[in-house]
């Protein structure tokens, strides 16, 4: 699941040391997890798409000789 530090709080982060970052990361469910969820110290987002940028449209230049 992808979580997420609710607004204006800093919540530590047991699995990496430190604190979980602004934008949040995917862990591993876990009563740990639940607990911060269940206290609105977290919420659960989904994850900033990870795709590529799309790439520009039209047509490809003509091949030289």
Do not use: C, F, H
């Not at 607004?7 to 740990?32: F, H, I, K, M």
């Not at 607990?35 to 590529?52: E, K, L, Q, Y």
């Amino acid at each position: 699941m992808y979580l997420k530090p609710a607004p204006g709080l800093q919540v530590p982060d047991v699995n990496r040391g430190g604190l979980l970052a602004l934008e949040g990361r995917e862990v591993e469910p876990s009563t740990y997890w639940q607990r911060r969820i269940d206290a609105g110290d977290v919420v659960v987002v989904d994850p900033a798409p990870t795709t590529s940028p799309a790439k520009p449209s039209g047509t490809p230049a003509a091949a030289k000789d």
